[in-house]
């Protein structure tokens, strides 16, 4: 039997060059006051790269299973500017900011209601089985850089 394609999970849309990607707040993000958590910004940030690569060709999954390597978060910057709350309908959006052989740097917010609530700059850097960097296949490259319009 096919499966309905309204069965298949999100992964955001990119609109002008930025990759968005819709959040919900749900219990388990927050503390006891519900307030999200702060560590959790990173989740959605995470959720949200991972879905802008795959859109973009990078199939992190075969890309570890064939051994030819994965990412590994190597630097990250926020900025908690307000709260996120339960029940809040977040976006985020993510553009790629910067892009070397083995490593790429990705400039995320999250926003409700259009107000940016944290804003953050991740590094990860592409490692083969060995843990050692190693240069991103190619076609990622390419497809990245033609995301940024380069």
């Excluded at 240069?135 to 940024?148: C, H, V, Y």
Aim: net charge neutral; aromatic share 10%.
């Amino acid at each position: 039997m096919p499966s309905d394609p309204s069965d298949r999970p999100y992964a955001g849309r990119f609109v002008d060059g930025e990759h968005r990607f819709a959040v919900r707040v749900y219990y388990e993000d927050t503390d006891a006051g519900g307030v999200v958590y702060h560590a959790n910004y990173l989740r959605f940030f995470e959720r949200a790269r991972t879905d802008m690569l795959a859109l973009l060709g990078a199939d992190l999954g075969e890309a570890l299973s064939s051994g030819e390597g994965g990412y590994v978060v190597t630097e990250a910057a926020l900025k908690y500017r307000a709260p996120a709350r339960l029940g809040d309908a977040l976006v985020v959006a993510s553009r790629m900011a910067d892009l070397r052989a083995a490593s790429c740097a990705v400039q995320q917010k999250v926003m409700r209601d259009g107000q940016v609530l944290v804003d953050g700059r991740l590094t990860v850097a592409f490692i083969g089985a060995d843990g050692r960097p190693r240069r991103q296949p190619a076609s990622w490259i390419e497809a990245f850089k033609a995301q940024q319009g380069d």
